[in-house]
């Protein structure tokens, strides 16, 4: 591939990248607006946050690549635990009690988990068919967005079955 059909390349893969980004984040501000537990809100506002700042990542990015002709890699961060950091959590919940029934929030997560699994299927594919400027490019996205498609399961796990949002406990266990 010459320069200018990687730059193309990466180019396109940037914007299309924007359009999934804007898509999540659109999924989450509405959870926020319609979620009724006040943890879950919390939840889709860190998680709304996130999707911002990729945004913002990826339109400097895109600027500079444009300005540049290139695009490197580094300084995008998460505040999401790692996927396995995650899923750790999860089990050591396991032998909760069962909560109250969080239909709503339920319903909003798989929403949520359905356009992550989405995201974090493009950044594979990037990954594996661009040019190695890119795929280092797109690499740390994968990562976080497989770490957001765990937190959003965990969630889902979490509020139908043990009565917990992820690390913040629902309702009183010593309560009667």
């Known amino acids: 591939m010459t320069t200018d059909e990687t730059r193309t390349a990466i180019d396109g893969a940037i914007r299309t990248a924007l359009e999934y980004e804007r898509r999540v984040r659109g999924v989450y501000a509405d959870a926020v607006a319609r979620a009724t537990d006040e943890t879950g809100?919390?939840?889709?506002?860190v998680l709304a946050e996130e999707e911002q700042g990729h945004i913002d990542y990826l339109e400097e990015r895109l600027a500079r690549l444009q300005e540049t002709g290139s695009v490197e890699a580094g300084g995008l961060?998460?505040?999401?635990?790692?996927?396995?950091?995650?899923?750790?959590?999860v089990r050591a919940l396991g032998d909760k009690l069962e909560g109250a029934d969080h239909g709503a929030e339920v319903e909003l997560l798989r929403k949520a988990l359905t356009v992550e699994e989405e995201t974090s299927a493009f950044y594979r594919r990037m990954v594996e068919e661009l040019p190695p400027e890119g795929q280092a490019f797109f690499r740390p996205f994968l990562a976080i967005e497989e770490g957001h498609v765990a937190v959003v399961q965990a969630e889902i796990d979490a509020v139908s079955g043990m009565g917990f949002w992820f690390d913040f406990q629902e309702f009183d266990l010593e309560s009667g």
Not at 41 to 45: L, S
Not at 77 to 89: D, N, R, V
């Open 41 to 45: 809100k919390k939840v889709f506002e």
């Open 77 to 89: 961060e998460t505040k999401i635990p790692s996927k396995k950091a995650i899923e750790a959590g």
